[in-house]
């Protein structure tokens, strides 16, 4: 049972850090754009918060590795967008905390599916 909710977490860790990487990759070409489409960072905030809850059941059952990429990932991540909200200065921080997100919860679904078998 303990291997399906991990596996639950990391795929839901996963598609969250996808969706978010890809938000930040696109939204900057669409601002360029005359959509009158602005940025707004609580977007990255909901996403941060659905990455942050899939962690911290993650990071519990995990090994050393995993927990270290996912946890420095998420403080890039959540560096990038409390600076947002409070400077106003747009760090790239983000876009390697996506990556390290999306690079810890794919290592730790293959581990434990490796486990499995």
């Not at 938000?23 to 918060?49: K, M, Q, Y």
């Not at 996912?70 to 909200?85: A, F, R």
Request: net charge positive.
């Amino acid at each position: 049972m303990k291997k399906t909710t991990s596996s639950f977490y990391d795929i839901l860790g996963i598609s969250s850090a996808s969706i978010c990487l890809i938000h930040c990759l696109i939204f900057p070409i669409l601002t360029i754009l005359p959509l009158g489409i602005s940025h707004n960072p609580i977007i990255d905030l909901v996403f941060a918060s659905i990455g942050l809850f899939a962690i911290l059941k993650i990071t519990k059952k995990s090994n050393l590795l995993v927990s270290s990429i996912l946890i420095v990932s998420m403080c890039l991540i959540w560096i990038s967008i409390l600076t947002d909200i409070f400077l106003e200065i747009h760090l790239d921080l983000i876009y390697f905390g996506g990556i390290g997100m999306i690079t810890g919860h794919l290592i730790n679904y293959k581990f434990h599916r490796k486990q499995k078998h």
